[in-house]
């Protein structure tokens, strides 16, 4: 097997080292099977069921079609390398999203690793921790003597003990007292710092976000996605997920500007209409006003960036776009339900969507997405054959790039906002953008 830089609490798979798939879901979905005894029926039943909804909430988690079917493509997944952290919120890990309260945060080295130098071990920690205060309002310091809030470590035993070479390579733990941030990491390993080997700074990066409090994230790009994946040095950035995940742990003093809404250059990041009121997004603010009435700015509602909002009418449930993900939440609370886009049915190479708007008379939705568009038909949950087709050649007068889009149909791109009628496949109406906010 050849070794490589890796992601950080790494399981690495090879012939001599294999988790069967119920104990991967034991250990990374809390599977529980009760007792060894099998005698009573209802008992395998439950069981049975249990094992079948673990596997589903795995393939969710990895964007796999949900079978609730140990297939080929499930069980690959589950002999990737990854990280030995689990993939759901196992409250002895994250009881109630920990973080530590100080922005200036102490870390110490208690013992080095004989593969590097001293400076190599540093330069590796000190830049993981850069990649993540780049990100967020936090200040690292290194000690050498005292208690530090964070200590890193190499050993070859601990109360949690290790494997040998491959296996987990580190672990970690959430902000706390005592142990609370500590990362360890197996001195049985061959650590370098990067090509051929295993990566220190990158899997340093991956523990020291489960430091800080942050989970695993479901986004391939990710430094938090569990499963491994080899790059350089170089390629190793924060992606918008670790980015997002860690600024709502860790919140910017300084609040950003409220957005000059009258400006020439302002752009809408998403839009949608609940009952009588009209919500336009940008960055962290959002403006409500209803169709009568002033704007009124409702500022960080979501400390979210989304890039499209639906609304169904029926269940009064709001669909929020932002990458590959989507939440479903009620009267815009920041909790709900979440998935991946993939569950519509667009390929894998869709990562993100621009706007989105609901034609209810047809029942369907029109997905915008760079020049293309999708058609979703809501009855049969499916898109549409054919799609996706060009925008400027099925919408006439509509630029080739939508940012936004709300119902009756308006389409919002640039600094312009465009009446859309569907019946007559035309423009019928042009305005500024930022008027819907009384400029």
């Known amino acids: 097997f050849r070794r490589v830089c890796s992601l950080g609490g790494l399981l690495i798979w090879n012939v001599d080292l294999h988790l069967t798939p119920a104990s991967y879901l034991r250990r990374f979905y809390s599977l529980r099977l009760g007792g060894t005894d099998y005698r009573g029926s209802t008992r395998k039943i439950r069981s049975a069921s249990d094992m079948e909804q673990k596997v589903r909430q795995m393939q969710n988690f990895f964007g796999l079609r949900e079978t609730g079917i140990l297939d080929s493509n499930t069980v690959n997944v589950m002999k990737k390398p990854r990280c030995g952290v689990p993939d759901v919120d196992n409250y002895s890990f994250y009881p109630y999203h920990p973080k530590w309260k100080n922005r200036t945060i102490s870390y110490k080295i208690a013992k080095y690793t004989p593969d590097l130098s001293r400076e190599d071990v540093e330069k590796s920690f000190r ?3 850069k990649m993540w205060s780049d990100a967020a309002p936090l200040n690292f310091v290194k000690i050498n003597h005292g208690k530090a809030d964070i200590v890193l470590t190499f050993a070859h035993r601990d109360f949690s003990p290790f494997d040998g070479p491959g296996g987990v390579l580190a672990h970690a733990f959430q902000p706390g007292e005592g142990m609370g941030g500590d990362v360890h990491f197996d001195e049985d390993e061959t650590w370098t710092t990067g090509g051929q080997g295993l990566c220190l700074f990158a899997v340093a990066a991956h523990e020291l976000g489960h430091s800080l409090g942050l989970t695993h994230s ?100 709001c669909c929020f776009f932002s990458g590959h993900k989507y939440w ?35 029942g369907k939705t029109m997905f915008f997405i760079g020049q293309f568009y999708y058609r979703y038909d809501e009855q049969k949950s499916q898109m549409d054959p054919g799609f996706p087709r060009s925008i400027q050649t099925d919408w006439h007068g509509i630029p080739r790039n939508v940012d936004a889009a709300f119902k009756f149909i308006f389409l919002l791109s640039g600094s312009k906002s465009y009446q859309y009628d569907f019946r007559q496949k035309r423009v019928v109406n042009i305005i500024a953008g930022n008027s819907w906010l009384g400029c």
Not at 244 to 271: R, S
Not at 272 to 281: A, D, W
């Open 127 to 129: 830049l993981a921790l």
């Open 218 to 317: 479901r986004d391939p790009s990710a430094v938090m996605f569990p499963s491994y994946r080899h790059r350089s040095n170089k390629q190793y950035t924060l992606s918008t997920d670790d980015v997002l995940g860690i600024q709502m742990l860790y919140e910017a003093e300084n609040q950003p500007k409220v957005p000059k809404k009258c400006d020439p250059t302002f752009l809408f990041d998403a839009a949608m209409v609940i009952q009588n009121e009209i919500v336009y997004f940008q960055n962290r603010f959002t403006w409500m006003r209803t169709t009568k009435g002033s704007p009124i700015l409702a500022a960080s509602v979501l400390c979210w960036c989304f890039s499209l909002c639906l609304r169904n009418a029926d269940t009064q449930l």
């Open 328 to 362: 479903v939440v009620q009267q815009l609370k920041t909790r709900g339900t979440a998935g991946n886009i993939s569950e519509f049915g667009f390929p894998s190479s869709v990562r993100r969507v621009d706007a989105a708007v609901h034609v209810a008379e047809y």
